[in-house]
């Protein structure tokens, strides 16, 4: 008997297989775009603050702004493996060899880093699947993993080293917690629960949310009659000894968690200030969730959404409360960040198969029911596949690797050379390259990494600039600024609002006042990807050899 209960669910678990084959195959697919180079600007700070904590031999991150402690812990732990796999097999003398290798290319250990998050991508997607079995089955659950499978947004999100992904899966467990609330009220499960909601909030702050799922699922056992005594102080005093575990520092370092939550409170960014609450509703709508789900995919999500709180219990108490719950806390923040949707991803999976598996339900039985749900699937997966394989094409094509091909091209050996973003792709290339950096002004690049610099001097540098450029220089150090070629990638994010930015954009137009514009490149879609970039080249100041007008 149990052979043949085996043998039937062979063709589920072949389904999963593929599925999560194509998920990591999708996920792999330009991993490693842009290096040596760091595209991403959050990447840095990850990757420089998991290295601190290992050159001071500390276990105390220093940085709370997501919190980001289970990603640094993580990172950390992918820092020792690739030292020591260098290390055993003589490609690194030492702990300084492979620093200093990292230092001269980051893919070193940029690349293990993305893969671990990949890792937690394929988790969610798994996880996905186990979410929509319980809820409604095999054929549900599969059909939400396909379709989180091929999500551009969450693709582009398990190749980047942030918190967004790895938060999502500990949410994810935090649901299938939940469901163990629903269906039996143990005292487990709330405590799993618990635990669940501390890690996701040690990972990122808001991902505490998933509290809402095994609250929901208490209140939907009291209504019913069932009284699970001391389950919510259950559930609230393994969250919070969870988080503290976790990331002890939290209270050992409180002054520079309070510093780091107002740095991270800023009501304002260049090209991501908010509207307001309908406006950033719209925005997510409009935006993330369209783009990666297509209007077939968006319009099956809305209507699995509340078609599966009207048909199932489960569905009513756990998933419908928590997405209305996390979708209009997101909305009413300041800002508005693509990634702020990505633990919202699995949930439109499960709500848009959801759909697609009742429409299939009210199908009289036949042969065409299932012909029918896969080329109904078919319908909804072929745009999404398309946007992924669109949005990997343009990661691959980034603007700023176009302005660095023009330098090489065009610019003469021995040129000093201004960079706004981690232009790592120069560094092998005769240029003399200086970054800008807050009050420092303008500092050599190499002179910079040779001193192995911290992201916690990074961070005091900085002060409370939402960014490292141009900008946010100190206008007294301006002149340090001064290079024969000026990359910038940032001055037309600030020129879309230049109410909001009037004294970011002064600074620009001090520095590259009498510049010629040499090289352009924005962003298009299927083509490549990116901020707008200029490169100007500077004329010499009045009195270094070029006279000024009479």
């Given at each position: 008997m149990a052979a043949s209960a085996s043998r039937q669910r062979w063709p589920e678990r072949a389904a999963l297989l593929v599925i999560l084959l194509a998920a990591l195959a999708l996920r792999l697919d330009g991993v490693g775009f842009g290096l040596p180079s760091l595209n991403d600007p959050d990447e840095p700070l990850f990757m420089m603050t998991a290295l601190e904590m290992l050159q001071k031999q500390s276990l105390n991150p220093g940085w709370f702004g997501h919190p980001g402690t289970t990603t640094l812990y993580s990172l950390v732990l992918v820092i020792v493996t690739v030292g020591g796999i260098g290390l055993a097999s003589g490609r690194f003398a030492d702990v300084d060899a492979l620093a200093a290798a990292a230092y001269a290319d980051p893919g070193i250990l940029f690349l293990p880093?993305?893969?671990?998050?990949?890792?937690?991508?394929?988790?969610?997607?798994?996880?996905?699947?186990?979410?929509?079995?319980?809820?409604?089955?095999?054929?549900?659950?599969?059909?939400?993993?396909?379709?989180?499978?091929?999500?551009?947004?969450?693709?582009?999100?398990?190749?980047?080293?942030?918190?967004?992904?790895?938060?999502?899966?500990?949410?994810?467990?935090?649901?299938?917690?939940?469901?163990?609330?629903?269906?039996?009220?143990?005292?487990?499960?709330?405590?799993?629960?618990?635990?669940?909601?501390?890690?996701?909030?040690?990972?990122?702050?808001p991902a505490a949310a998933i509290g809402v799922t095994a609250l929901c699922a208490w209140a939907g056992r009291l209504a019913e009659g069932q009284r699970d005594r001391g389950g919510p102080a259950l559930l609230g005093a393994a969250a919070a000894l969870t988080l503290i575990l976790v990331s002890p520092y939290l209270l050992l370092d409180h002054a520079t968690v309070a510093q780091n939550l107002s740095g991270e409170a800023r009501p304002f960014h260049?090209?991501?200030?908010?509207?307001?609450?309908?406006?950033?509703?719209?925005?997510?709508?409009?935006?993330p969730l369209l783009s990666s789900l297509g209007w077939i995919g968006l319009a099956l999500a809305a209507t699995g959404l509340v078609w599966g709180a009207g048909r199932t219990r489960y569905w009513a108490v756990v998933i419908l409360p928590f997405c209305l719950f996390f979708l209009a806390m997101i909305s009413l923040q300041s800002l508005r960040w693509e990634r702020w949707i990505v633990p919202l991803l699995p949930f439109a999976a499960l709500a848009a198969a959801r759909a697609l598996c009742g429409l299939a339900a009210l199908l009289p039985a036949s042969r065409w029911r299932s012909a029918l749900l896969a080329g109904a699937l078919i319908a909804v997966l072929a745009p999404m596949i398309g946007a992924a394989r669109s949005d990997a094409t343009e990661r691959r094509h980034d603007t700023r690797q176009l302005a660095t091909a023009w330098l090489r091209a065009h610019a003469p050996a021995g040129s000093r050379i201004l960079v706004e973003h981690a232009a790592f792709d120069l560094m092998a290339s005769p240029y003399d390259l200086s970054f800008p950096l807050g009050s420092a002004g303008c500092v050599d690049v190499r002179a910079l990494l040779a001193g192995r610099v911290r992201y916690s001097r990074v961070e005091s540098l900085r002060g409370q600039s939402a960014i490292v450029d141009i900008g946010h220089v100190d206008p007294a150090q301006l002149a340090t600024c001064r290079a024969d070629f000026v990359v910038v990638s940032n001055r037309l994010r600030y020129r879309a609002d230049p109410a909001a930015w009037a004294g970011e954009l002064a600074r620009y137009d001090r520095l590259l006042a009498g510049a010629r514009l040499r090289f352009a490149a924005r962003a298009e879609p299927g083509r490549r990807s990116g901020p707008a970039v200029e490169v100007y080249e500077l004329r010499p100041p009045r009195g270094a050899g070029e006279p000024g007008p009479s």
């Open positions: 880093a993305r893969l671990m998050i990949v890792a937690f991508g394929l988790l969610c997607v798994w996880l996905t699947y186990r979410l929509g079995k319980r809820l409604g089955g095999a054929r549900l659950g599969l059909v939400a993993a396909v379709i989180l499978a091929v999500n551009a947004v969450h693709i582009e999100y398990s190749q980047i080293i942030r918190t967004d992904v790895q938060a999502s899966a500990f949410m994810l467990l935090g649901a299938v917690a939940a469901l163990g609330i629903a269906e039996r009220g143990r005292r487990r499960d709330y405590a799993l629960a618990g635990v669940c909601a501390g890690l996701a909030c040690a990972t990122k702050w260049p090209g991501a200030t908010g509207g307001g609450f309908f406006a950033n509703l719209g925005w997510y709508a409009a935006g």
